[in-house]
């Protein structure tokens, strides 16, 4: 199947989903929905996948559902725009939640949604000092690392956590 609104690499056991409508800063149309969906069938079936990151191209990460496509559908008397929701979102979250593998947003992770990945996932606890911010996290040769910055901006850490 050829992609037109994403890509999708497998690097390492991760396999890398990302949204590519930057033109409309990665709104959601059908056909990206369709896709995205179909991108998460094959993480859930393919044992060679251990994690899935869900990134996207252009500046911004996602804006949400592309307006121009629900405007039409609103016109239809046939249609209703529930069915947006319906087939496209849903299952999507459907997918995330019920992934037996572990997902990341690359639009940004802070220090809740990392103790939770590493506690679910990696069977590890994890905590931020209060006078830290989560910059960033990335899944690199089996580890994931984790950037810190102290809010006295000279001072940065990471912390690596072993998968």
């Known amino acids: 199947m050829s992609?037109?609104?994403?890509?999708t690499n497998l690097e390492e056991g991760v396999l890398i989903i990302v949204l590519n409508r930057p033109d409309?800063?990665?709104?959601?149309?059908?056909?990206?929905?369709?896709?995205?969906?179909?991108?998460f069938k094959e993480a859930e079936s393919n044992d060679a996948i251990r994690c899935?990151?869900?990134t996207a191209n252009g500046k911004g990460f996602?804006?949400?559902q592309d307006l121009k496509e629900v405007t039409e559908i609103a016109k239809d008397p046939n249609r209703e725009l529930g069915e947006v929701v319906h087939h496209t979102y849903n299952p999507i979250?459907?997918?995330i939640r019920t992934l037996e593998k572990?997902?990341?947003?690359?639009?940004?992770?802070?220090s809740n949604s990392l103790a939770f990945i590493a506690k679910r996932y990696f069977k590890k606890s994890f905590s931020v000092a209060d006078n830290c911010e989560v910059k960033g996290a990335e899944l690199r040769d089996g580890l994931l690392k984790v950037s810190l910055e102290r809010l006295i901006p000279e001072a940065q850490k990471s912390r690596v956590i072993d998968i």
């Open 3 to 7: 992609l037109q609104f994403i890509e």
């Open 24 to 39: 409309v800063l990665n709104s959601f149309n059908y056909g990206m929905a369709e896709e995205v969906q179909d991108a």
């Open 52 to 54: 899935v990151l869900l």
């Open 62 to 64: 996602c804006a949400g």
């Open 93 to 95: 979250i459907r997918a």
């Open 102 to 110: 572990p997902f990341f947003l690359s639009g940004g992770i802070d």
